[in-house]
């Protein structure tokens, strides 16, 4: 099935392009990628060879130079594929965001190149094994020493820790956010890897455990104090818009795999699709996935414009399409009975990783906060505007 | 150090003035307005430290920066993180009309 978004021409040739990428390269292999927890290296090596991986690193950094619309379709296109593939995107691109934006000269000029090409791999490094949702006040700390700061802290559920070169970390330095660029190789790290997850289970994902681990005071990124708000905020951003599209191709990847299934199996002497209860799920599947493209399509049209407005409508477009990715999965293990509970069919993976996509990039419970607060300040506005004078704003 | 500052305000008002003809005053008015979003406007003492004040969500910093750059077509980089440019309305204003003025001058 095919969204009806509105692209130019590039932006469709281009999602021809990925379309016709994970249809030979990662849709087929996805099942056996969640059984043996992992991606294979040549993979990787491939999605960086084909500009993925560095797409939206700036050109003359040897970057791809994205448009955001274009972005939303490549990762539509790997959720559809391997959601857990999409994370590893996701936590790269974040931190190529979060460099592009926030990094110093020198340290733009050493990691864009080798991240545009994905010579280097990266991961974001925030979680924490009792800081998850709260994070600004996580308990990696660093102290200043010399020239150097001493890093001492555990990560969890660090996406693609398991092999990456780099990680965006972050702690408190005398109490003030801080993120810092930690090699992999450094004395005082270590990973060990995470399995048996309900979900994203070839996304790798490690603990990371940082003991007396010294790193130059260039490797900061920003500055002490900004490593939560705007550091990880410019990251966090980038992720929920990520996870939005991905959400949209895991959608779609239900409803293309319910379609094919509906349209072949016969109960009652009658196709599934004829059956009235069948066709009331494959039509709220349908609305709810074009519902989920226009948020997605809104947040692309206000990334491009780097309008205010973005950083709430992509958290409306990852709830609604995170949230809508968890029900679609559901009914479509539904329609498939207990073939969809089987690994013949792709929709008990996606039901699995559709629900880490509803925890990830900020719960979705984080997301509904935001978005009624949100509600609250439109309303204020809209009255205020409609009564200038009025001496009051209700909150 | 004080009086250092006042003269480099105080120049950059005037070099905003010249260059764009818009007035302090008139910055003030488009960042209160943007702060009046999440704060009604009886509680938004100038000086209140937005991020101490718990008025504001985990998000507003995000917003902030790209109102900021989107109304006054600055890029706010890695050199302007600094709490003192972001802590209040008026520093917010200084900020802005500091970097203005510092275009301007270039």
Known sequence: ?395 | MRSCWAVRLARAFIAIKREFDVDADAIVSKIREFLGQFISDTDLDPDINLFESGLVNSLFAMQLLLHVEQEFGLEVTNEDLDIKNFRSLNAIAEFVIRKLGARTEA
Request: some cysteine; overall charge negative.
């Open chain 1, 1 to 395: 099935m095919t969204m009806n978004l509105e692209l130019n021409e590039s932006q469709r040739k281009s999602q021809a392009e990925f379309r016709a990428f994970v249809d030979k390269n990662i849709a087929p292999y996805a099942s056996e990628f969640d059984r043996e927890e992992r991606i294979p290296q040549s993979l990787i090596r491939d999605l960086g060879a084909r500009g993925y991986l560095g797409a939206v690193a700036p050109i003359e950094k040897g970057g791809g130079g994205m448009d955001a619309m274009t972005w939303g379709l490549l990762c539509q296109e790997l959720g559809r594929g391997s959601a857990s593939l999409l994370s590893l995107l996701t936590v790269h691109s974040m931190v190529i965001q979060a460099l592009v934006r926030w990094g110093s000269e020198e340290q733009r000029d050493l990691w864009m190149p080798k991240l545009a090409s994905g010579e280097v791999v990266a991961a974001f490094a925030l979680s924490e094994p009792d800081v998850g949702s709260d994070a600004a006040n996580c308990q990696t700390a660093a102290c200043r020493d010399g020239d150097d700061y001493v890093v001492t802290g555990e990560k969890r559920w660090i996406s693609f820790g398991q092999i990456a070169d780099v990680f965006l970390l972050f702690g408190n330095v005398d109490g003030a956010s801080s993120a810092f660029l930690v090699e992999s190789d450094r004395d005082g790290f270590s990973r060990r890897a995470i399995g048996g997850m309900l979900g994203f289970r070839s996304a790798m994902l490690a603990a990371l455990s940082f003991e007396n681990c010294r790193v130059p005071s260039a490797n900061i990124v920003g500055r002490p104090g900004f490593g939560f708000s705007h550091v990880a905020g410019t990251a966090l951003d980038h992720g929920r818009f990520c996870i939005a599209w991905g959400a949209l191709g895991l959608i779609q990847g239900c409803l293309d795999a319910c379609l094919d299934y509906a349209d072949k199996r016969e109960q009652f002497g009658a196709l599934l699709k004829n059956h009235q209860l069948v066709s009331a799920m494959i039509a709220d599947m349908h609305v709810q996935s074009k519902a989920a493209a226009l948020l997605c399509q809104n947040a692309a049209r206000l990334k491009e414009l780097g309008d205010p407005q973005l950083i709430m409508e992509t958290s409306i477009a990852k709830y609604f399409a995170s949230q809508a990715a968890v029900r679609i999965a559901l009914d479509a293990v539904q329609i498939h009975g207990a073939n969809g509970c089987a690994e013949d069919y792709p929709v008990a993976r996606y039901l699995r990783d559709a629900k880490i996509l509803e925890i990830i990039e900020g719960s979705n419970q984080i997301q509904q906060m935001i978005i009624a607060k949100y509600g609250y300040q439109s309303h204020a506005a809209s009255r205020l505007n409609e009564n200038p004078t009025g001496s009051t704003v209700e909150q």
